[in-house]
């Protein structure tokens, strides 16, 4: 599992809370437990990694609501519904707001850790990708203007000669270009700069 991944529980049933949080201590997880939504969202700014694990109904605010709420904040943890039978179709609902697993009640102890255990990895991956296109997005933006100009034609597939008859400047001038680039990205091969490229547009998608 990834290191410091906090598994937050959210469930009305103190009974409920109880047993699943020590489900999950006993698998090795550090557990936070929350009575309501609410209180979850109340205790965001202090919320570490990993990811969320809540009942589809709940007084005040479902798991829905939760849901339309963590988007509107920009709160990416992966969300995982735990739900009773009749309540089926609003775990489908949640599925198509972005949970990534629903639990009918009663759950096997596996299908739970399973589905936790592919949602922190998930979340895991996410969060290095993210640092990923950061890392590379300072660096274009620490480029000169010229230089955006060539890694474009570069990402293009231009060669030197039709990049450098497009920006009206020598071909010489652009093997400086490209060398400079190279450097500043900390690239060691035009396959590996194209890539940050690619990186950086995929990210934004």
Same mark, same amino acid.
């Given at each position: 599992?990834?290191?410091?991944?906090?598994?937050?529980?959210?469930?009305?049933?103190?009974?409920?809370?109880?047993? *699943?949080?020590? +489900?999950?201590?006993?698998?090795?997880?550090? *557990?936070?437990?929350?009575?309501?939504?609410?209180?979850?969202?109340?205790?965001?700014? =202090? *919320?570490?990694?990993?990811?969320?694990? =809540?009942?589809?109904?709940?007084?005040?605010?479902?798991? +829905?609501?939760?849901?339309?709420?963590? @988007?509107?904040?920009?709160?990416?943890?992966?969300?995982?519904?735990?739900?009773?039978?009749?309540?089926?179709?609003?775990?489908?609902?949640?599925? @198509?707001?972005?949970?990534?697993?629903?639990?009918?009640?009663?759950?096997?102890?596996? @299908?739970?850790?399973?589905?936790?255990? $592919?949602?922190?990895?998930?979340?895991?991956?996410?969060?290095?990708?993210?640092?990923?296109?950061?890392?590379?997005?300072?660096? $274009?933006?620490?480029?000169?203007?010229?230089?955006?100009?060539?890694?474009?034609?570069?990402?293009?597939?231009?060669?030197?000669?039709?990049?450098?008859?497009?920006? @009206?400047?020598?071909?010489?001038?652009?093997?400086?270009?490209?060398?400079? +680039?190279?450097?500043?990205?900390?690239?060691?091969? +035009?396959?590996?700069?194209?890539?940050?490229?690619?990186?950086?547009?995929?990210?934004?998608?």
């Amino acid at each position: 599992m990834a290191r410091d991944a906090v598994v937050h529980l959210i469930d009305d049933d103190d009974g409920v809370r109880r047993a *699943v949080a020590f +489900l999950l201590t006993t698998s090795g997880y550090a *557990v936070r437990v929350y009575e309501s939504a609410a209180a979850f969202l109340e205790a965001l700014p =202090t *919320v570490q990694p990993g990811c969320i694990v =809540t009942d589809v109904r709940m007084p005040e605010m479902d798991g +829905l609501e939760l849901q339309r709420q963590l @988007k509107q904040r920009g709160i990416g943890l992966p969300v995982i519904v735990v739900t009773g039978h009749g309540d089926v179709p609003l775990a489908v609902e949640a599925m @198509k707001a972005g949970a990534i697993d629903f639990i009918e009640k009663p759950f096997n102890d596996e @299908k739970l850790l399973s589905a936790i255990r $592919i949602a922190i990895d998930r979340h895991s991956r996410d969060a290095s990708r993210e640092d990923e296109i950061a890392a590379i997005r300072a660096k $274009i933006d620490a480029l000169s203007p010229r230089e955006r100009e060539v890694l474009d034609g570069l990402v293009a597939g231009l060669p030197n000669k039709t990049i450098a008859y497009d920006l @009206k400047i020598s071909a010489r001038t652009v093997e400086v270009h490209r060398a400079n +680039l190279m450097a500043r990205m900390g690239a060691g091969s +035009l396959a590996e700069l194209v890539r940050m490229a690619f990186v950086i547009r995929s990210g934004l998608r």
